[in-house]
């Protein structure tokens, strides 16, 4: 992650927020494939084509070698899925996480999307996923900083019963697809020295709250990418890039999941 944090040109936005519309667009496209019998690879090319057919390129595919467009993750997986030959069914729950580059500039977003009917638990856990992403946004003004995102992200996870994934953080966006600042989800402990800068005019992040039904624990598999609970309990993930402005936060890859 780059060192120095990037304030956008109202040029520079404008691209921005084309790009995150495509991305918008991308992952409503990857929902309305989050259907019983599909394999997660099937769920992948509807976003890929999707990018691709809206004159954009599809940042994760080839990013420090993943292997797709889309990372897709179930159930007990939080992020980083690879898709596959993996089939969905009536009552998995399913991660879409992806990246839409458009002239130069990065889009960002996440869901978490039922197939079928879905446990009582797992309604839940999307429900508070989501709902904590405008918890801590509430804190993504002027004259705050990064870290009260977080801390009110965790508060409100907590306060469910659930619990925030320590080991990844959503980050700053713009021309990579990885920025300053770190943007954590949870109240790091004072001697972890975190960057703590204040928020600004201008500034693009990405908050993307990832919370696990049971402990925040995780691990990575062989593959080397699929992030997993490591007491298998089922996870949810959900982010959207935003904008800093004057006033409250613009939610710039908000289109498709009102």
Partial sequence: ???????????????MRQAAKIAAGARSMGRQAVRDGMTT?????????????????????????????????????????????????????????LCATYKGFVGDCAGTYPVGEVSEEARKLMEVTRQA????????????????????????????????????????????????????????ARSAGRVNPRLVKGMTICVEPMVCAGDWAVRILR???????????????YENTILITDGEP??????DDI
């Fill in 133 to 188: 992403f405008f918890e801590g946004i509430k804190f993504a003004k002027v004259g705050y900083r990064v870290l009260d995102i977080g801390e009110a992200v965790q508060d409100y996870v907590e306060s469910h019963g659930f619990s925030v994934v320590r080991d990844f953080v959503g980050h700053g966006i713009g021309r990579g697809m990885h920025e300053a600042p770190e943007v954590p989800n949870y109240r790091p």
């Fill in 223 to 237: 593959d080397g990418w699929t992030v997993v609970t490591a007491d298998h309990s089922l996870a949810a993930h």
């Fill in 250 to 255: 613009e939610i710039l890859t908000m289109a």
């Fill in 41 to 97: 690879r099937q769920i992948d090319r509807a976003v890929h084509e999707f990018i691709v057919k809206s004159g954009a390129v599809p940042s994760c595919l080839g990013y420090e070698g993943f292997p797709a467009a889309t990372c897709v993750s179930v159930n007990d997986e939080v992020i980083h899925g690879i898709p596959g030959r993996r089939t969905v069914h009536n009552g998995d729950i399913v991660s879409i996480d």
């Fill in 1 to 15: 992650m780059s060192e120095s944090i990037t304030i956008k040109s109202p040029h520079e936005i404008e691209i």
